[in-house]
């Protein structure tokens, strides 16, 4: 398994991301349960976020991101994704 680094620019204000973020949440703590999301969260004093995956491939999850519920509702205007090869820490090999 390989890991990747995303990176989420958003598209949309404050309150619309506000509105969705109960069931983007929800989509995240699931892929979290399953072993597939490592870590995320929003950055700080930008509309973006750092999200670390374990996937099979690139292609694999863009899909699995595909149906993050920000992703679905327009929210996000940019997405990123490059494999990341950690050197220390816990998802080191």
Same mark, same amino acid.
């Given at each position: 398994? %390989?890991? @990747?680094?995303? *990176?989420? @620019?958003?598209?949309? #204000?404050?309150? +619309?991301?506000? /509105?969705?973020?109960? /069931?983007?949440?929800?989509?995240? /703590?699931?892929?979290? #349960? &399953?072993? *597939?999301?490592? %870590?995320? &969260?929003?950055?700080? +004093? *930008?509309?973006? =976020?750092?999200?670390?995956?374990?996937?099979?491939?690139?292609? *694999?999850?863009?899909?699995?991101? +595909?149906? +993050?519920? @920000? #992703?679905? =509702? &327009? @929210?996000?205007?940019?997405?990123?994704?490059?494999?990341?090869?950690?050197?220390? &820490?816990?998802?080191?090999?």
């Amino acid at each position: 398994m %390989a890991i @990747f680094a995303v *990176t989420y @620019f958003y598209s949309a #204000d404050a309150d +619309d991301l506000a /509105a969705v973020r109960p /069931a983007h949440r929800e989509w995240l /703590a699931q892929l979290l #349960d &399953g072993g *597939t999301l490592l %870590a995320s &969260g929003p950055m700080v +004093d *930008t509309p973006s =976020a750092l999200l670390i995956f374990k996937a099979e491939s690139l292609s *694999t999850l863009a899909v699995i991101l +595909d149906g +993050d519920p @920000f #992703d679905i =509702a &327009g @929210f996000i205007g940019e997405r990123t994704i490059a494999e990341w090869n950690p050197i220390y &820490g816990p998802w080191s090999e």
